[in-house]
């Protein structure tokens, strides 16, 4: 069965410094990969996708990430964190075409001034 | 706004209470999702429609909960006998299926406090 992996519960960061939140799956195959982004009492909003190709995926707000198979990963990093930035941040898995989404637990991110 | 709403966004009832939420989706969209978001996890997906058919239901669907999308617009989720272990918040998402992964939208969510 596929799974999700956030190893990290919550980081925090200083404002401006970079960012790498973890995320590694099991699936067989290439799944579809998502990174979500949740604020309080706001839904999730799709920060980046990558079904295939370059294996470097931009999304909004500056994030971006790398898919990496040999290691079954793709992290999301962003190179200067600001404050609004402070939220959870889900990633996700797919192998069903779009109706089965599997979520991580989830990593909170805190954002010290 | 042309996004997901939910309705309500808070819900209070007591154990053994029957509740309904609702979701209206992006009008042009034909797929429709139900997460369940308890506290310090991910969302966990429920059930799913194409238009007005219920295509898969996940495990965590007891024969407590029932979901309908009627006429293929907006959705309920109805959830009888509430139990404590169903607190939690309730997702929608919607997306339109097209070749390849449809992309979903979220709306706001639905928490629901069983006391």
């Known amino acids: 069965a596929q799974s999700v992996t956030q190893p990290d519960i919550h980081i925090t960061v200083s404002e401006g410094a970079s960012l790498e939140l973890r995320c590694n799956y099991s699936?067989?195959?290439?799944?579809?990969l998502f990174w979500y982004v949740q604020s309080p009492g706001q839904g999730l909003q799709l920060l980046l996708k990558y079904f295939s190709g370059d294996t470097l995926v931009q999304g909004i707000k500056g994030f971006e990430a790398e898919f990496k198979r040999s290691q079954s990963s793709f992290n999301l990093r962003k190179p200067s964190v600001h404050w609004s930035d402070a939220a959870e941040y889900f990633c996700?898995?797919?192998?069903?075409?779009?109706?089965?989404?599997?979520f991580g637990a989830g990593t909170r991110l805190f954002v010290k001034a | 706004d042309t996004g997901v709403s939910q309705d309500p966004r808070h819900k209070i009832t007591k154990r053994g209470q029957n509740v309904t939420f609702r979701c209206d989706p992006i009008s042009e969209h034909n797929r429709l999702y139900w997460y369940r978001q308890t506290l310090g996890q991910g969302p966990e997906f429920l059930t799913y429609f194409q238009n007005e058919a219920q295509l898969e239901k996940s495990r965590l669907l007891s024969d407590r909960f029932s979901a309908e999308r009627p006429k293929g617009s907006f959705s309920t989720l109805e959830i009888q006998r509430t139990e404590q272990g169903d607190s939690a918040m309730y997702l929608c998402?919607?997306?339109?299926?097209?070749?390849?992964?449809?992309?979903?939208?979220f709306g706001p969510g639905t928490r629901l406090t069983v006391l």
């Open positions: 998402a919607s997306s339109l299926s097209v070749a390849g992964v449809n992309e979903q939208f």
């Open positions: 699936y067989g195959a290439t799944p579809y």
């Open positions: 996700a898995v797919d192998h069903t075409g779009g109706f089965k989404t599997i």
